[in-house]
């Protein structure tokens, strides 16, 4: 039971470069989100999913794609990179909202630094 | 607006000593408020949870108090160690019908704790 795995650890890229940022649950949560974290700033969220094939846009969800094709992953997708993207990227994943089973508690991953220059 | 705010932003104790963080919040409908640890370079770990009819609850040392009425939580760390070095986050849910977890996350506290 790995809980929830990010890839990559650490990325650097140039302005206008694409990636995507891979977040895998093995825990069979419905729930998944995507944050970041920037300095003096609680956790932000990005975008987030319920379920397969649901998504839907969180606080700050410009500049950033989402897709759910299966329970397990959910990947985070950068277009266009700008310098304002420069955070931490956190996954995390939780029973879906409502559920009385573990009360809601996420488990988040590692986490993703990414630096757009 | 739905708020969480934190105190102190940063406390240094010495190794043994206990400690006290504070967490008002403003939002409503209230569903449960979570303390979370960060160690650096990681992830939030959950510590406690806790909903409106739950006043206090205990992780090893970690102690967590809620006080609905008022809008406050704290998180008291008894006999401090080294590893406990790190950042606490206060999370408050609230309650949703779409099934989405509406979570406020507070900036958090950075605990230092010195040998």
């Known amino acids: 039971n790995a809980g929830v795995t990010q890839t990559p650890k650490f990325q650097v890229l140039k302005t206008g470069q694409s990636m995507t940022l891979q977040c895998a649950q093995d825990?069979?949560?419905?729930?998944m989100s995507w944050y970041r974290q920037d300095p003096g700033m609680g956790l932000r969220l990005i975008h987030y999913s319920v379920g397969a094939g649901i998504t839907d846009q969180g606080e700050v969800p410009n500049g950033y794609n989402v897709s759910r094709s299966t329970t397990e992953d959910f990947p985070l997708r950068l277009l266009s990179a700008a310098p304002s993207q420069t955070s931490v990227y956190f996954c995390a994943s939780s029973y879906r909202g409502g559920s009385e089973r573990a009360k809601n508690i996420q488990y988040f991953g590692a986490g993703t630094r990414l630096s757009v220059l | 607006k739905n708020q969480v705010e934190q105190s102190p932003q940063s406390l240094i104790i010495l190794e043994g000593k206990n400690c006290t963080l504070q967490c008002n919040y403003t939002v409503s409908p209230f569903s449960n408020l979570r303390w979370y640890k960060q160690d650096t370079g990681r992830g939030p770990v959950s510590l406690t949870i806790m909903t409106f009819s739950e006043n206090t609850k205990s992780n090893g040392r970690y102690t967590a108090t809620l006080d609905a009425d008022t809008k406050q939580s704290s998180l008291h760390i008894t006999a401090s160690q080294l590893s406990d070095s790190a950042s606490y986050i206060c999370?408050?849910?609230?309650?949703?019908?779409?099934?989405?977890?509406?979570?406020?996350f507070g900036t958090g506290t950075r605990l230092t704790v010195i040998p």
């Open positions: 999370v408050v849910s609230a309650r949703a019908q779409t099934g989405a977890n509406n979570l406020f």
């Open positions: 825990m069979n949560h419905e729930y």
